[in-house]
């Protein structure tokens, strides 16, 4: 994926981290590393994580043991612009990742093993 700020971002899947990857095309790249984690602090793998691009979006994400796509309409307030979204294979969710501290809190829940996440932005009237 891609940030909001154009950062390479890339799921270290089994070490439970994101790869962020600053000035990827220049001399100069950095990398930084967030650890994923739910809000007891215990290590949440993701599959993929995906950037909201408006607040009525639509999240489409998978679960593979279920062999399923689910569109997930607007949590309680809405998606906010430029925040993550993950999905967890290992907890069964979707989540809004906070990248200051790497806390994963669920929106959706229940799900066998949730792989890809996309936001559609609204159809335009």
Not at 77 to 91: H, I, K, R, T
Request: glycine content about 8%; charged content about 20%; aromatic content about 6%.
């Amino acid at each position: 994926a891609v940030d909001p700020r154009g950062n390479i971002v890339l799921d270290s899947q089994a070490d439970a981290e994101l790869v962020f990857i600053r000035n990827a095309d220049i001399n100069g790249q950095s990398a930084n590393l967030l650890k994923i984690k739910d809000a007891m602090g215990k290590a949440v793998t993701i599959d993929d994580t995906a950037f909201a691009s408006d607040p009525q979006s639509v999240m489409l994400v998978s679960d593979l043991k279920a062999n399923t796509v689910y569109r997930i309409e607007e949590p309680s307030l809405g998606f906010e612009p430029g925040v993550a979204y993950s999905a967890s294979d290992s907890e069964g969710l979707a989540g809004q990742l906070n990248l200051d501290n790497g806390v994963l809190t669920p929106i959706a829940t229940g799900f066998g093993s949730m792989r890809g996440v996309i936001f559609v932005p609204p159809a335009k009237k």
